[in-house]
């Protein structure tokens, strides 16, 4: 079973709950968020394997290119251009669609490797780890997601997505059975918690609320969430020695008095949305 | 003059930190390049004077009338987007290929709306937007459009951009003046700055560092100053843990119009020293 947590917003948590959750629930982590990923600096796995993330772009053949630009001409993505001599290759906006290919009448297109990334997976004691790293300046993140989430296990896996509601966390959420949108309590957070809402909808899976920093239990989140029928699954009180625990890579699960949170996320988890 | 405002790490106050520059500087186009987050606009009340929607790619769709159900579609698609005839649009990347594949001409490509574009006059600048199509791809262009659109206003551009180091952000890197990177004194907002860092450099791009809430954890703060120091690169700011941005937030005021504010003192002083490097950058040019 799958546990997405997503957020819409960047920075209310997602990491902080779906590390210390796995932690708690003896589940698979994985992250998700390879733009930038970060969970591994909790749970501290260590990396056994390490894996090459390959997309497949066109090569031409000089000699058996006739220059007809057939291949350029079909490119949606503007990833071969016509110049007066030969046929152009821009990489990094090719989508491997290998339509060029399908295209070309003289065979002069070969696909070739290009590596975008890399898949890290590991152990933090008895929990499985794994994460995606996308190169620095390549732009598409999604054959890194797509690849990281290919064969998941069976056993719970609790995916760390990347914040917002574009083609990132759509191919995370494929894979979703049930998901966890984690917020704060402000107009900020309210407003982009609204986007992924809608985007989770699209997808008719369960899903619930964690409401991260709150000072007030009754806030502009709570009310929103009972006005459109989404359970509130945890609220979590602003603490400054969380953010200080958080700041030094430490599972707040740690200490005792934390540890009923993820408690109660469980539980709410299983009786609500399963 | 163009500044984005990135992060790598989300949440570190990116919007904050733009919306108080640009509230500062005079006469700014005040642009929000962080497309499925935006918040940005949340500050203004201002006259729309233009809307437009906004195509990028294409998406297939199936003449289910021709389709005589061969599969070739399905076999030849790269993205998982064809099952049973039917296609998914959120995975279809507009590819063309089934099109091309099809013997039976049922499959067409239309074009695809990512977002309806608005832009604002307000009482000091101008607004540019957009609201982006729940699940869409193409930001990047997207935000390439969006700053195409401000030329019109002027050149002050203060740019509020994404997380992450991916396409929307090389969108919003690309041609600028200077990176204006908000981080956290956290070992994740260490490890993002060092991504973030990274993908600037490439850009040849001026990177300036600020640590938000840097007493949150001194000695992290100290390790960023570090890193930046030996990488050769300028911290502009430390801003301190201050409860007046909680309530910028929530009233939606910008933070610089607090007069007690000790992050909104500083967020004036970032601006008044980046309007003195650019000044630097031009006169060397």
């Known amino acids: 079973m799958n546990i997405v947590v997503l957020s819409g917003k960047g920075g209310t948590g997602k990491t902080l709950a779906s590390t210390n959750l796995a932690k708690y629930m003896n589940a698979n982590y994985i992250d998700g968020d390879v733009e930038e990923p970060n969970g591994f600096i909790f749970l501290k796995p260590i990396i056994k394997e390490m894996i090459e993330v390959i997309v497949k772009i066109p090569s031409i053949d000089k000699d058996k290119c006739k220059k007809c630009f057939k291949c350029a001409e079909f490119c949606r993505f503007n990833a071969l251009a016509k110049t007066n001599d030969k046929v152009l290759v821009f990489d990094k906006l090719c989508h491997s669609c290998e339509g060029c290919k399908i295209v070309c009448e003289f065979g002069a297109i070969e696909y070739i490797d290009k590596k975008v990334g890399i898949i890290e997976k590991g152990k933090s004691n008895d929990i499985k780890c794994s994460r995606g790293l996308l190169n620095i300046g390549e732009p598409m993140a999604v054959p890194v997601i797509k690849e990281l989430l290919k064969n998941l296990d069976e056993e719970i896996n609790i995916i760390d997505s990347s914040p917002g509601t574009s083609c990132n966390v759509v191919n995370i959420l494929e894979h979703a059975d049930i998901a966890i949108l984690v917020t704060e309590p402000t107009n900020f957070g309210l407003h982009d918690l609204d986007r992924a809402v809608k985007l989770i909808r699209k997808f008719n899976i369960p899903f619930g609320v964690v409401i991260n920093r709150v000072t007030e239990k009754e806030n502009i989140i709570s009310k929103y969430c009972i006005e459109n029928k989404i359970e509130i699954l945890m609220q979590i009180d602003y603490d400054r020695e969380i953010a200080i625990m958080y700041s030094k890579g430490e599972l707040i699960i740690n200490k005792e008095k934390y540890l009923n949170i993820f408690k109660e996320l469980s539980i709410n988890i299983k009786e609500k949305l399963l | ?285």
Do not use: W
């Open chain 2, 1 to 285: 003059m163009k500044i984005s405002v990135l992060s790598g790490k989300g949440g570190t106050g990116k919007t904050t930190i733009a919306v108080g520059i640009a509230n500062t500087i005079e006469g700014s186009i005040k642009t929000d390049c962080d497309v499925d987050a935006a918040n940005m606009h949340l500050f203004y009340k201002g006259e729309q004077i233009n809307s437009e929607e906004f195509y990028s790619g294409e998406k297939a769709y199936i003449d289910i009338d021709k389709c005589i159900k061969c599969g070739i579609c399905e076999e030849n698609c790269k993205f998982n987007a064809i099952k049973n005839n039917k296609i998914d649009l959120l995975k279809c990347e507009g590819c063309g290929v089934c099109s091309l594949v099809c013997k039976s001409n049922a499959i067409i490509l239309s074009k695809n709306k990512v977002a309806n574009i608005f832009e604002y006059k307000l009482e000091d600048g101008y607004l540019i937007k957009a609201d982006m199509e729940i699940g869409a791809d193409g930001s990047g262009r997207l935000i390439t459009k969006l700053r195409e659109n401000t030329k019109k206003y002027g050149d002050i551009n203060i740019i509020d951009g994404s997380p992450g180091i991916g396409c929307s952000v090389i969108a919003s890197v690309t041609g600028i003046d200077i990176a204006l990177i908000v981080t956290e004194p956290t070992l994740s907002g260490l490890d993002d700055l060092k991504r973030i860092l990274e993908l600037t450099k490439t850009f040849n791009v001026l990177s300036l560092v600020c640590i938000n809430k840097y007493d949150i954890n001194l000695d992290m703060s100290q390790k960023i100053e570090k890193y930046c120091i030996e990488n050769n690169i300028q911290v502009i700011s430390k801003i301190p843990y201050d409860n007046f941005v909680l309530k910028s937030i929530n009233e939606l005021k910008p933070i610089t119009l607090y007069k007690d504010s000790e992050a909104g003192k500083k967020v004036k002083e970032i601006s008044e020293k980046i309007l003195g490097i650019y000044q630097d950058i031009k006169t060397k040019k």
